[in-house]
């Protein structure tokens, strides 16, 4: 059952950005990702849970400052 996510995430570079964009790209299981430098958004369409998305964009050290299962 594919899940989407989205969050609120402090970038300040392009840097940060690619750096969520690598980890989400090794992760199994995820269908479609977007990553927005201008917004501070990540958008995940995904079979994994919440949790689980949310762990791997914090393992990058970005501060995220809020989160929302979108369905």
Known sequence: MSH?????VTMSC???SGAI?????KQDGIA????SLENQ???VET????????NVIQKTG???NGGKVVS
């Not at 964009?21 to 790209?25: A, F, I, N, Y």
């Not at 479609?32 to 990553?35: A, I, L, T």
């Open 41 to 43: 958004t990540v958008d």
């Open 32 to 35: 479609n990702y977007q990553v």
């Open 47 to 54: 079979d994994k849970d919440y949790d689980t998305i949310y």
């Open 21 to 25: 964009e690598r980890v989400l790209k």
């Open 62 to 64: 970005k501060k995220i």
């Open 4 to 8: 989407k996510y989205h969050f609120d």
């Open 14 to 16: 392009s840097g940060c």
